[in-house]
């Protein structure tokens, strides 16, 4: 069993989780709390926020602040806030995103792709944004990016909006450790797999329940987070992929075709 020592290794740290309500950012925000770190989830639904709150003060040091990460005069106030209650912030994990079912080009609209990058990739850039000046002045901080297989690799189920984003947002990543490692600031993108979590249920033909029991569970890059965020500050995860063993990105499915198909 671990020390107790190693279990609160990030004692007297500050993460901010967005997305933090539920799904990987409750996960990864339920590790960094019990790791020692204070903890500020931030997530669109109030009601949600609080009940993941509740749940998450048993374990830790824990806050909520209802955000709207597409909203970047809400992202400022809501880190400014934070920076004014802590004095720092040491870890920013971007987990806020979303995928909507109309998603290919037949049936995708301006509205709809807007929606996506507004959330998945502006609202991660927000965020950064907001924390980058005081990591500079604190000298060091950490930036965990969750983007997904489909932002390592094309695949016809993601769709182009959330495809697009989570591209990106594996360049945003790799841009600030070019331009920010000098000040001791790293990143690391996580490309997971297929997670059981509800964002499947956006897809056109949601995986069937033998299928979702086979996926990576929210608690797996819960401690992937945890992972990267208690490793030293001298070195930077640039990237983890992480999938499920059975992969059906890989071994296909009759719902994640390689493209569409073709009536004979």
Same mark, same amino acid.
């Given at each position: ?8 290794v990030?004692?007297g ?9 539920s799904?990987?950012g409750f996960?990864?925000?339920?590790e960094?709390a019990q ?5 500020? &989830?931030?997530?669109r639904?109030?009601?949600?926020l609080r009940?993941?709150e509740?749940?998450?003060?048993e374990l ?14 809400q ?6 806030d ?10 920013l ?7 909507v079912p109309k998603r290919?080009y ?23 944004a907001a ?5 500079r *002045? ?6 965990i990016?969750?983007?997904?297989w ?8 993601g769709?182009?909006?959330y495809? *697009?984003?989570?591209? *990106?947002l ?13 000040h001791g600031?790293?990143?690391?993108v996580?490309?997971p797999g297929?997670?059981?979590t509800?964002i ?10 033998k299928?979702l029991?086979?996926?990576l ?5 819960g ?13 930077c995860?640039n990237?983890?992929?992480i ?6 990105l890989l071994?296909?499915g009759?719902? &994640?075709?390689?493209g569409?198909r073709v009536?004979?």
């Amino acid at each position: 069993m671990p020390s107790v020592e190693h279990a609160r290794v990030l004692s007297g740290k500050v993460a901010w989780i967005t997305g933090g309500g539920s799904g990987i950012g409750f996960a990864g925000a339920s590790e960094l709390a019990q790791a020692g770190a204070r903890v500020v &989830i931030s997530g669109r639904t109030e009601k949600k926020l609080r009940e993941a709150e509740k749940r998450l003060k048993e374990l830790g040091d824990v806050e909520a602040t209802p955000l709207d990460v597409a909203d970047k005069k809400q992202v400022a106030q809501v880190a400014k806030d934070l920076l004014a209650r802590h004095g720092r912030c040491d870890i920013l994990v971007n987990s806020a995103g979303l995928n909507v079912p109309k998603r290919f080009y037949k049936d995708l609209t301006p509205e709809d792709w807007d929606k996506v990058i507004g959330i998945n990739l502006n609202g991660a850039l927000y965020c950064t944004a907001a924390v980058l000046p005081a990591m500079r *002045a604190q000298g060091g901080g950490l930036v965990i990016n969750v983007s997904s297989w489909f932002g390592r690799w094309i695949g016809y189920p993601g769709g182009a909006a959330y495809g *697009a984003s989570k591209h *990106a947002l594996a360049a945003l990543t790799h841009h600030l450790n070019l331009e920010e490692g000098m000040h001791g600031i790293r990143g690391c993108v996580i490309y997971p797999g297929e997670v059981a979590t509800p964002i499947l249920n956006t897809r056109p033909v949601p995986p069937a329940p033998k299928d979702l029991e086979r996926m990576l569970k929210p608690e797996d890059l819960g401690r992937t987070i945890r992972f990267v965020a208690e490793m030293p500050a001298h070195a930077c995860l640039n990237e983890i992929v992480i999938t499920p063993t059975w992969n059906r990105l890989l071994l296909g499915g009759k719902e &994640i075709s390689l493209g569409p198909r073709v009536e004979q």
